[in-house]
């Protein structure tokens, strides 16, 4: 028996939804953004949990929000930050603060590095992956 | 509340780092035991002294680690621990072995972090880079949230969170690239002092600093750690063992650490780092003020964590840090000692061993053994580690008598 050496083939990594955050998916795959609350912290909470964060009260609830948000920082990656993500080049690696609270880790496109400014206002860009059976959330400025 | 200051650093090894491994190829295991046995060389103690351990992962093992090594090594260990903390683990061990021998558990703990991650391989047992290898720190495990809300957007790694932690703080605070580049360039200093620093002989400018490549705005490649392999160790007993010990002891006096999240996304302030709470227990603990620190040995995986964490830790006031920075002297013959062997910048990161640098550097100040980068009437060391993408923090005050 002869085995071979198959090198690998890195492809962008995509998010695999779990039995408690499906609802997240679900409705990005409508193309609308819903994240849980807590009403006894009265906040909104980000990423989805079985029990609030801090207080660990059993009352989270599924709420839709707008999704529109500020953009709070970002990096340039003039370095690929693994292979995978190697062909897109230089990538907005972004975090962006929802306007009810929780930020969002997720990729600023559609904007010049140039004008790319912290406190900007930013718009979501719902990505469709049907192959994978998910949308991603990326973020664009608001116009 | 907290340590008595009755345990001691009472030797340690530090192997000089090398960015391209020239020494033979050892399993961590086998580094495990040889650091152990040159710290306890250095200390004067004996092999039969030692009943405790402190490890990081190691290659070997991904569970039963410190019994594993307990076994190889032929102890009888009353405390054999594991600490997960990254960056921060070193320090987060020395304070734990402490904890240990001032509850009367152990006489001498043996902290070893094999730091060269090359290791022997075999042609039914090949090195095998796995996918999950290229995500860093950040686990791509089903369930992860790191796997589900991050790694897709490329928030992996180490470069990307900082350069988004340091464009955060040009935002708030305004941003002089003139004194992050000084903070480089003063640690070389250090490092041209210190023989076996990977950059030893290699003076640089503020110049050099700017123009080296950038690697995640604003970060350049000269404000961030070259990975090495190397490794280090520290035995840390008690007063009969330190009266033993050949060494001026270095007396763990405080400690302090915070672990509030993986990733810096989710900090409730990006801009207050968990040293906020480490440093001020540190400080607490030890009675003594930050005016009282002959040195500090501040965790510099990059420039950026050197800057937070001295205003974090109470140096200097959050907003100040640049000002400070570019208003001191922080070579090991200025107003403010800092990370006089060179620091991780420019000794160079020995991986998970990269924190023990900055445990061995306040330890080897206090017991007077720098050489020509020896701190004068140094008795008071600051000391920090920093895990993850500083979100696991931990700091140490070490005296000598």
Redesign the interface.
């Known amino acids: 028996m002869s085995t071979t050496y198959t090198p ?1 083939v ?1 492809t ?7 039995p408690l ?1 499906q609802p997240f998916w679900d409705a990005l795959a409508e193309h609308k953004v819903r994240i849980q609350y807590s009403p006894s912290l009265g906040e909104y909470i980000f ?1 989805p949990r079985p029990l609030a964060p801090r207080t660990l009260a059993d009352d989270l609830q599924w709420r839709e929000i707008s999704g529109a948000g500020t953009l ?8 690929p ?5 190697a062909a ?1 080049g230089p ?1 907005v ?1 972004a ?1 962006v603060q929802w306007d009810e609270g929780p ?5 600023l496109v559609n904007v010049p590095f140039e004008d790319v400014k ?2 900007m206002r930013v718009k979501p860009v719902f990505c469709d992956y049907p192959e994978a059976g998910v949308t ?1 959330l ?1 973020y664009e400025a608001e116009a | 509340m907290g340590l008595r200051g009755e345990a001691a650093i009472l030797g340690f090894y530090e192997l000089p780092p090398e960015r391209k491994l020239a020494r033979e190829k050892t399993f961590n295991l086998e580094q495990w035991a040889r650091l152990s046995k040159a710290a306890l060389d250095d200390a004067g103690l004996d092999a039969t002294d030692v009943n405790g351990i402190v490890t990081p992962l190691i290659g070997e093992a991904s569970m039963f680690v410190p019994s594993t090594i307990t076994e190889y090594l032929g102890i009888d260990a009353n405390f054999a621990e594991i600490v997960d903390l990254g960056g921060a683990g070193s320090a987060a061990a020395v304070w734990r072995a402490a904890a240990a021998v001032e509850l009367g558990l152990c006489d001498a703990v043996l902290v070893t972090f094999p730091g060269t991650h090359e290791v022997p391989t075999h042609e039914r047992r090949p090195f095998v880079m796995e996918d999950s290898m290229y995500f860093g720190a950040s686990s791509n495990q089903y369930g992860s949230p790191q796997a589900e809300f991050e790694i897709p957007y490329a928030n992996l790694g180490q470069n990307g969170p900082y350069g988004q932690i340091a464009k955060r703080y040009g935002y708030e605070f305004g941003y002089d690239e003139l004194a992050m580049a000084k903070i480089a360039v003063d640690q070389r200093t250090n490092a041209c002092a210190t023989p076996g620093a990977v950059f030893h002989g290699k003076p640089i400018t503020a110049q050099d600093v700017l123009d080296s490549p950038m690697v995640a705005d604003p970060l350049h490649m000269l404000e961030i750690v070259m990975p090495c392999q190397g490794g280090a160790a520290v035995v840390i007993g008690n007063k009969d063992m330190a009266a033993k010990s050949k060494n001026r002891p270095v007396w763990i006096k405080g400690f302090g650490e915070r672990v509030p999240y993986k990733t810096p996304t989710y900090a409730k302030d990006l801009m207050y780092s968990p040293m906020v709470h480490a440093a001020d227990q540190a400080f607490s603990m030890a009675g003594i003020s930050r005016d009282d620190v002959d040195m500090v040995s501040i965790y510099d995986c990059y420039s950026i964590t050197v800057l937070m964490s001295l205003e974090d830790a109470g140096f200097t006031e959050k907003g100040k840090g640049m000002q400070f920075v570019n208003e001191h002297d922080l070579t090991f013959r200025g107003d403010f000692p800092m990370n006089t062997a060179g620091g991780q910048l420019s000794f160079g990161q020995a991986g998970i061993a990269g924190g023990m640098h900055h445990v061995i550097d306040g330890a080897r100040q206090i017991m007077g053994r720098a050489g020509e980068a020896q701190v004068a009437d140094c008795n008071r060391a600051f000391v920090t580690g920093n895990g993850g993408i500083m979100s696991e923090q931990t700091a140490l005050i070490f005296e000598g008598e």
Do not use: C
Not at chain 1, 72 to 79: A, K, M, S
């Open positions: 690998p890195f962008q990594p995509l998010p695999v939804p779990t955050t990423y709070y920082t970002y990096t340039i990656t003039t370095r930050v693994s292979p995978h993500f897109a990538m690696l975090v930020k969002f880790s997720t990729e912290i406190g991603m990326r």
